[in-house]
């Protein structure tokens, strides 16, 4: 039998019942279109928390304070708590640390800020000149600190939207006005882009002053709080891990890893926990789908064994004039992988619209991947071939005598 | 040619042993019309299974064509019926939802012939069988008892088959239908010297043959040349 003759003959048996065809793919139709949907959901949602960590910078390595612990000292003060990075760690990273594009420390805290009658109490960030660079923040009006300002110890600041907005109000002009953060007067140079809430802090509620300022007037320490490292790119962010947390050990003189007061955090890390998360939360939903798939299968199973037997007299006939077990049986596995196989296409539709309908109507983002669409197709086929090698199995397996006999 | 040697069949039921056929010898050569006869239960219906390879003996050798095929597996069992034996039964059995060209053209699907050479054979096979070429595009349950065998005729024929094996081939007809059905037989046999076996239990139909092999009890009680042939007449 050609290919053709194997197309003939399923068009030519699962149109003779086209009720019971359309029923029995409607069970597959439902199940890789819940697959679809669901799984679009769940990589909607890993789509939309990458790209958030994303925002907070690219290829970004964050060095925090650690636990500080004295000699003879039993009491922990807690992670983050310890005044253990200085200004100078930096520079040497800077010079030592040759794979970092930029690097850019921080001081921060939150301060009340008062301007003109109005007050809010927000994050004071302390900075550099590399800092949008590194955390991926534009400028939307005037400009961001120079090095000129960090070497001079300007009384300058760069406002957050947020900020701005609960100081001066919505979208006010604030270039060349002046803000007070702890008693300390500032001049507004310029104001950030609107970057949304990342999960991770909202980074558009803050004020960005020079890094020396803040240690000067707000401070009154050289401590910086975090250590941002752009890498150059994504391939040498261990290594470069690697080489401040050696850095660091050695200027901070300890020798076992363990007990570092600080701590090196890689975005790749947390990108890769959080994809971890949303996968097993995507499995989960499509697992959930699964289960419709694979009654869909059980029907298409029931479908085949019924044929069978309507057909037990055809398969004699078949047999009798020449037909070997394996064209009975790939008849038979034919039709069902056929079945599911247009089921699968229908079913991917099916999916996409109801995708398509849950972000539009519940405002979640959805994302159909083609490998989702692939595999679909894969498990349908698949279905097919394993709910459907059972009864064909039984049609080729039927004596001819009795067959032609069967009333 | 077909050479049956002490052919039994016994079937078994648990330790039981039912003997159908009890030794049956016998040789048809090209070209005979030969008509197998007995009342039901004589083993005629398990002959015929044997002489259509869908089943083997339980002893003896059936030689057709010079190949051996009584201890042929079911797969080349089913290569035997598909180049060498064509079928038609007293049920007809066609496809009821498919044309007749689709019908006759079946044996030629699994046979893998070349689709532009399957439809020159099936139109000769449809003409060789009598059905008038307007009923070649119906369906097959719209035609009447007689087309219907005529179809079935045809698709015995399209394979170009050694011999013709048909199952009491009249016992659905009424017996004018019968007669035609029986004619197009004798003249597939003379004119185109095709091998046909007949089955049946009526004396009356036997006598179309030129030969008729009289069995029962599993075994031949007679096998005689048919001097008193009756001949159908048929005027297209």
């Given at each position: 039998m050609t290919t053709t003759d194997f197309f003939e003959e399923t068009y030519a048996s699962l149109t003779v019942n086209k009720v019971r065809t359309g029923l029995t793919m409607l069970g597959i139709v439902i199940g890789i279109g819940s697959v679809i949907a669901m799984v679009s959901v769940g990589q909607g949602a890993q789509q939309s928390i990458e790209s958030s960590i994303q925002s907070i910078g690219s290829n970004l390595i964050v060095i925090t304070p650690g636990v500080q612990r004295g000699q003879g000292f039993q009491i922990s003060s807690g992670r983050g708590s310890a005044q253990t990075l200085k200004q100078e760690d930096a520079d040497a990273i800077v010079k030592e640390v040759s794979l970092a594009r930029a690097v850019a420390p921080e001081i921060s805290r939150r301060y009340q800020v008062t301007a003109r009658g109005t007050n809010t109490n927000t994050q004071v960030v302390g900075t550099v000149e590399v800092y949008p660079l590194v955390r991926n923040l534009e400028v939307a009006e005037g400009s961001f600190l120079t090095d000129n300002h960090i070497r001079t110890l300007a009384r300058v600041a760069v406002l957050g939207p947020t900020t701005r907005d609960d100081l001066f109000g919505v979208n006010a002009d604030v270039i060349g006005q002046s803000i007070r953060i702890n008693k300390v007067d500032f001049k507004i140079i310029g104001v950030t882009k609107a970057k949304g809430?990342?999960?991770?802090?909202?980074q558009d509620d803050m004020i960005f002053v020079p890094l020396s300022t803040a240690q000067r007037f707000l401070a009154g320490n050289t401590y910086v709080t975090t250590i941002s490292i752009q890498a150059q790119d994504q391939q040498s962010m261990s290594s470069i891990q690697q080489q401040v947390t050696d850095l660091l050990l050695g200027r901070h003189r300890i020798q076992d890893p363990q007990l570092a007061d600080f701590s090196v955090l890689n975005q790749t890390d947390i990108v890769a926990t959080a994809s971890s998360i949303t996968n097993t939360f995507t499995m989960l939903l499509g697992a959930i789908a699964g289960i419709s798939l694979i009654v869909g299968g059980i029907g298409i199973m029931n479908m085949m064994l019924t044929t069978v037997t309507e057909r037990t007299r055809e398969i004699g006939l078949r047999k009798a004039i020449g037909a070997k077990k394996?064209?009975?049986s790939l008849q038979f596995l034919a039709e069902s992988v056929a079945l599911t196989f247009l089921g699968g296409v229908l079913g991917v539709f099916l999916g996409w619209c109801i995708a398509f309908l849950i972000s539009q109507l519940a405002g979640i983002i959805t994302q159909i991947s083609s490998g989702s669409v692939m595999l679909a197709f894969g498990v349908s086929a698949a279905i097919g071939i394993l709910f459907g090698y059972y009864p064909a199995r039984r049609a080729a397996g039927l004596n001819p005598i009795e067959a032609l006999r069967y009333e | 040619m077909?050479?049956?040697?002490?052919?039994?069949?016994?079937?078994?039921?648990g330790d039981v042993e039912t003997p159908v056929l009890k030794g049956i010898s016998f040789q048809i050569e090209k070209g005979e019309f030969v008509a197998i006869m007995g009342p039901?239960?004589?083993?005629?219906?398990?002959?015929?299974?044997?002489?259509?390879?869908?089943?083997?003996p339980t002893s003896g050798n059936y030689i057709l064509d010079h190949h051996d095929v009584s201890m042929l597996s079911d797969d080349e069992l089913a290569d035997i019926r598909r180049t060498k034996i064509g079928f038609v039964f007293q049920s007809f059995n066609l496809l009821s939802r498919a044309s007749v060209l689709r019908n006759v053209m079946l044996p030629l699907v699994y046979a893998d012939i070349p689709k532009h050479e399957r439809v020159i054979s099936v139109h000769h096979a449809l003409r060789a069988?009598?059905?008038?070429?307007?009923?070649?595009?119906?369906?097959?349950?719209?035609?009447?008892?007689?087309?219907i065998q005529r179809v079935a005729i045809a698709r015995a024929l399209v394979n170009k088959p050694t011999i013709i094996l048909a199952d009491e081939p009249t016992g659905n007809l009424d017996t004018k239908t019968g007669e035609v059905v029986l004619g197009t037989f004798q003249e597939l046999n003379i004119k185109d010297h095709h091998t046909i076996i007949l089955i049946t239990h009526e004396p009356y139909v036997a006598e179309h043959a030129d030969r008729i092999i009289h069995i029962q009890d599993g075994m031949i009680l007679e096998d005689k040349r048919n001097h008193q042939k009756r001949i159908v007449h048929l005027n297209q």
């Open positions: 809430g990342s999960g991770f802090g909202n394996r064209d009975i | 077909i050479q049956c040697k002490e052919i039994t069949k016994s079937y078994y039921n039901s239960g004589s083993g005629k219906s398990t002959l015929m299974h044997i002489l259509g390879a869908l089943d083997t069988a009598g059905l008038s070429e307007d009923r070649w595009h119906h369906l097959s349950n719209q035609l009447s008892g007689g087309q």
